[in-house]
């Protein structure tokens, strides 16, 4: 089985849209390209999103391998500005805790759980140790369902994964969660 390094994009900026990383941001992500450089990642994917995009572009360039995007990589909701801020917190929280309730401006917890677990499958067999840079709401998805809810953290569903948190799995074997170590 190929072990997936999941790492959650840096800070990012905090506006509507697809924003990018914060100065900070850049600074995690670097420092976790230094950490993951040691492991000599064999490929790194993305989300298309600008902020996991990012933090995989500074990744890609310390391991020295080029970033493939995959849209199944995307957060399950992205706040756009179109949808008042109130009503998107809203649904993210209902969401959370009904996993099949489909947001206006996005995936389910369980179709973007599956989504990722399609990912995982495709790249399963694949020379690895493959890098993933992608976001805390889909990842948390993604450990639901492989662990199932009650086995979570709580703190990571409730607030999400930290920014440049790397989550280990090998194959769909969870090994590590939300791993900060790399960043003291």
């Not at 572009?57 to 179109?82: H, P």
């Not at 409730?158 to 074997?173: F, K, M, Q, W, Y």
Request: hydrophobic share 40%; charged share 20%; with cysteine.
């Amino acid at each position: 089985m190929t072990i997936f390094y999941v790492v959650q994009h840096g800070e990012k900026a905090q506006h509507a849209g697809d924003p990018p990383l914060t100065a900070t941001g850049r600074r995690q992500a670097h420092q976790t390209a230094l950490w993951l450089h040691a492991i000599h990642p064999k490929a790194v994917f993305s989300s298309p999103m600008r902020r996991a995009r990012e933090t995989a572009d500074i990744i890609a360039s310390v391991i020295g391998v080029k970033v493939n995007e995959d849209a199944r990589l995307r957060e399950r909701m992205n706040w756009t500005g179109e949808q008042p801020l109130e009503q998107f917190q809203a649904d993210w929280t209902t969401s959370v805790h009904h996993r099949d309730f489909v947001p206006q401006s996005g995936d389910s917890s369980h179709q973007a759980a599956q989504r990722f677990q399609t990912f995982l499958n495709d790249h399963t067999l694949d020379p690895g140790p493959i890098v993933i840079c992608t976001h805390g709401g889909i990842t948390v998805d993604l450990l639901r369902t492989l662990m199932g809810d009650a086995s979570v953290p709580i703190d990571l569903v409730e607030n999400g994964v930290p920014s440049c948190a790397i989550t280990t799995l090998d194959g769909h074997r969870v090994e590590d969660i939300a791993s900060l170590q790399h960043l003291n």
